[in-house]
Nanobody, 125 residues
């Protein structure tokens, strides 16, 4: 299984970025997908979640109204559209996959089966 995240970069506050995560080696439609981020010196934190068959979407309060998660099951890809970026959004962003019937909190990194390598987002003020 491989999750390949891309789309990070250096932007200014107020700009937008779209992250992509291409999955291979798994039946994508059987997996719920999440985005997490980790800033220097901090723990990895939940950003957004989308269920395997689109119907359930959740966001961290800190990104609600600015970020949008989506997926294209035909392309085995999940996206994170990030608008109105703030310096506090600076982090390495990771995509993660968990089997759709897995129990446990969707907000916890421990409850995900596979992880991408991360893509760095830096927002300057």
């Amino acid at each position: 299984v491989q999750l390949q995240a891309s789309g990070g970069g250096l932007v200014q506050a107020g700009d937008s970025l779209r992250l992509s995560c291409a999955a291979s080696g798994l039946t994508f439609s059987n997996y719920n997908m999440g985005w997490f981020r980790q800033a220097p010196g901090k723990e990895r934190e939940f950003v957004a979640f989308i269920s395997s068959i689109i119907g359930r979407i959740y966001y961290a309060d800190s990104v609600k109204g600015r970020f949008t998660i989506s997926r294209d099951n035909a392309k085995n890809t999940v996206y994170l559209q990030m608008n109105s970026l703030k310096p506090e959004d600076t982090a390495v962003y990771y995509c993660a996959a968990r089997q759709k019937f897995r129990s446990g909190s969707l907000y916890s990194p421990k409850e995900y089966d596979y992880w991408g390598q991360g893509t760095l987002v830096t927002v300057s003020s």
